[in-house]
């Protein structure tokens, strides 16, 4: 990618039609959900939200985008840390730097943010007051599934009521 960047052929940064990603995975989403099709990375456990959900989430949620959002996108992803686009500016840092109340939640069963990747800014927080909790729910499934009313909402009620 960063090759293709050299060579000025997108330096109008072209928007990306990222829509028929949502599309496809909408109309196979039967697929994506079944539990015995072994697949290396899912957005939700199989299951674990409800079909009208789940098809309204894939149906609105991928917009186009622009290619250097992308690129960002693909950066942080490989880089140790978050910078601002000149460099100078290390939100990871900052982030862990910062004496604020913190929630952290994860789900044992997300394989696109997983606790292994999230753990660690919990624990590098300076935070006087920081709390993390995990569930065995997977990345879409912490907000928006069949569990996520029981679970990860009240306790975010009751975290933010304290605060």
């Excluded at 829509?19 to 909408?26: D, S, T, V």
């Excluded at 862990?96 to 789900?107: H, Q």
């Excluded at 044992?108 to 660690?120: F, H, I, N």
């Excluded at 300076?126 to 729910?137: E, G, I, N, Q, V």
């Amino acid at each position: 990618m960063l090759a293709v960047g050299w060579t000025g052929l997108f330096d109008s940064n072209p928007a990306l039609p990222v829509r028929f990603i949502g599309n496809h995975l909408r109309k196979r989403s039967a697929l994506w959900d079944n539990r015995i099709l072994p697949l290396p990375i899912r957005g939700w456990v199989p299951g674990g939200v409800e079909r009208e959900v789940l098809d309204e989430y894939l149906a609105k949620t991928f917009e186009h985008t622009s290619l250097s959002v992308a690129l960002d996108i693909f950066k942080a992803g490989t880089a140790q840390g978050f910078k601002s686009l000149d460099g100078m500016i290390d939100y990871s840092a900052a982030f862990e730097m910062l004496d604020r109340p913190l929630l952290v939640v994860a789900g044992t069963e997300d394989q696109l943010a997983p606790p292994d990747s999230v753990r660690p800014a919990f624990e590098r927080s300076k935070s006087k007051d920081k709390t993390y909790r995990a569930w065995p729910l997977g990345h879409l499934d912490l907000i928006m599934g069949r569990e996520s009313t029981r679970t990860v909402w009240p306790l975010v009620r009751q975290w933010l009521d304290r605060h």
